[in-house]
């Protein structure tokens, strides 16, 4: 249930009307394969992509974006080994600046792009993209942290209520 609701989730965020970068795509990476396992994670993350780029359209850097979001899934193993709230919020930091690092490298790198292939270009390639970096921090820890006290609520609220349902003798 919980990989079809964050496909779900992932697919509906990246097809509606959104600030450029500012979609739980990043976050949702993050927490299922800390929460879920690399498995899940990829089945999640891989399923949503490919479904919403078909929709939107295939670009020349995806190679770059699949790669980062595949980075974002093995730090959310290592978040996985020791989880907590703290070690999340650094993997999305983290997973954050990886995003913004390989992309925008990436998007450097396209043959007659917009920038020329010098230093000057890359940096002028980096700085250009701040407003989208800044966008997918905010979409990432405001999603993380959606995902993991949502997690945590849900979680709770069913140990109460099979706690409930035990002390009245009544099995689902």
């Known amino acids: 249930m919980e990989i079809i609701t964050l496909i779900i989730i992932g697919i509906i965020s990246r097809l509606v009307p959104h600030l450029p970068n500012m979609t739980p795509v990043g976050a949702t990476a993050l927490f299922s394969s800390a929460k879920f396992g690399m498995k899940k994670g990829m089945i999640i993350l891989f399923t949503t992509m490919l479904i919403t ?3 939107i359209g295939l670009h020349p850097v995806m190679w770059a974006t699949y790669g980062s979001f595949m980075i974002t899934l093995c730090i959310g193993w290592w978040v996985q080994r020791k ?6 919020m650094k993997g999305t930091f983290i ?7 390989i992309t925008n490298f ?3 790198l ?3 792009g917009m920038y020329a292939k ?3 270009g890359l940096i002028h390639c980096y ?3 701040l ?3 800044r966008n997918s921090l905010i979409g990432d820890f405001f999603y993380g942290f959606i995902f993991y006290y949502g997690y945590e609520v849900v979680k709770y609220w069913n140990k109460q209520r099979h706690k409930i349902l035990s002390v009245n003798n009544i099995h689902i």
């Open 110 to 112: 396209v043959p007659g």
């Open 53 to 55: 780029d078909i929709v």
């Open 131 to 133: 407003p989208f970096f």
């Open 95 to 101: 997973s954050s600046i990886v995003f913004f690092a």
């Open 83 to 88: 989880y907590s709230l703290s070690r999340f």
């Open 118 to 120: 010098t230093l000057t």
């Open 106 to 108: 990436a998007v450097w």
């Open 127 to 129: 700085v250009t993209a």
